[in-house]
């Protein structure tokens, strides 16, 4: 954790984890993925790895393999059993987790709602913003004495994007090269007049976990890449029948074949090097 220190970033005073615990020597990873609703395996003959992080525990256990030559480690963010709603996940753990295993690229696939005709089920969308709709989750890392202000203008790596693009075409899955999700609190569903007005904004998608799981990455200088596999219309589309958890995970399940077509072969042709502004987020941020 020395490189979080020099940036400022320490643990809070309520550190739960023992000494021995702090001082664990934790096996290394290059790529992170966290696995979203209906999504929980990636890695054939995994090492299951506990991570402890001073900010409680992770969604689940990590799981560390490898994929065309690359390191990755897999976490499902809603727990291997699905038993954390959206605003119940402790996105700084999972992220924290991330960072202790050396990963500084993570992909992060979710199921998301459409906004417009266009993006149909079963479309990946490569976002390139978002919009907070959430509150009272914990989303920074610098709760003080250091105040440290973050940009969050462009919050998804170009980088990771372009790749993630060009692969998901290079597969034949129908995707979208850019954007925005809205980020509302859930459990439950949007009413139409939500809906409505998010799509009279001119956004693209809604979901429940991206924020401040992407932000959270910026502030560790994690590479962030969003893939929103579209698995129904909101509720405000006309002629529509609202969206139900049965008809989510129906495509879900249908697509997680494409999720890990695009994974498997996105991650080892993401470059070795980084040369994005992600990596030197922390600059000139803090007072």
Same mark, same amino acid.
Request: aromatic share 10%; charged share 25%.
């Given at each position: 954790m020395a490189m979080l220190y020099n940036h400022a970033v320490t643990?809070?005073?309520?550190?739960?984890?023992?000494?021995?615990?702090n001082e664990m020597e934790y096996p290394k990873a290059e790529i992170g993925v966290f696995g979203g609703s209906g999504f929980y395996e990636l890695i054939?003959?995994?090492?299951?790895?506990?991570?402890?992080?001073?900010?409680?525990?992770?969604s689940s256990h990590v799981t560390i393999g490898d994929i065309g030559?690359?390191?990755? $480690?897999?976490?499902?963010?809603?727990?291997?059993?699905?038993?954390?709603? *959206?605003?119940?996940?402790?996105? =700084?753990?999972?992220?924290?987790?991330?960072?202790?295993?050396?990963?500084?690229r993570i992909i992060g696939p979710n199921a998301c709602g459409s906004l417009r005709h266009a993006i149909e089920p079963g479309h990946f969308v490569?976002?390139?913003?978002?919009?907070?709709?959430?509150?009272?989750?914990?989303?920074t890392f610098f709760d003080g004495p250091v105040t440290t202000h973050v940009s969050s203008a462009d919050p998804y790596c170009e980088t990771m994007r372009k790749v993630a693009y060009d692969t998901a075409i290079g597969l034949g899955?129908?995707?979208h090269s850019s954007g925005t999700v809205v980020v509302i609190q859930g459990p439950r569903f949007s009413t139409r007049s939500e809906s409505r007005w998010? $799509?009279?904004?001119?956004?693209?998608?809604?979901?429940?976990?991206?924020? *401040?799981?992407?932000?959270?990455? =910026?502030?560790?200088?994690?590479?962030?890449?969003?893939?929103?596999?579209i698995t129904d219309y909101d509720a405000g589309a006309e002629g529509i029948k609202p969206v139900t958890n049965e008809e989510v995970l129906r495509v879900v399940k249908e697509n997680n074949e494409n999720v890990k077509r695009l994974l498997h072969a996105m991650i080892p042709a993401l470059p070795a090097e980084r040369e994005c502004v992600c990596a030197t987020a922390l600059e000139g941020a803090s007072f």
């Open positions: 643990p809070p005073e309520h550190d739960t984890c023992t000494e021995e615990e054939d003959d995994p090492t299951d790895i506990k991570v402890n992080t001073p900010f409680g525990a992770p030559g690359r390191t990755v $480690a897999f976490l499902p963010r809603h727990g291997s059993d699905h038993s954390l709603p *959206p605003h119940m996940i402790n996105y =700084r753990a999972n992220l924290w987790a991330m960072k202790e295993l050396g990963v500084t490569i976002c390139d913003q978002f919009v907070d709709r959430t509150w009272g989750r914990p989303d899955i129908p995707a998010y $799509a009279s904004q001119g956004w693209e998608v809604i979901n429940m976990t991206q924020y *401040p799981e992407c932000y959270l990455a =910026r502030e560790l200088e994690i590479c962030y890449c969003n893939v929103s596999l």
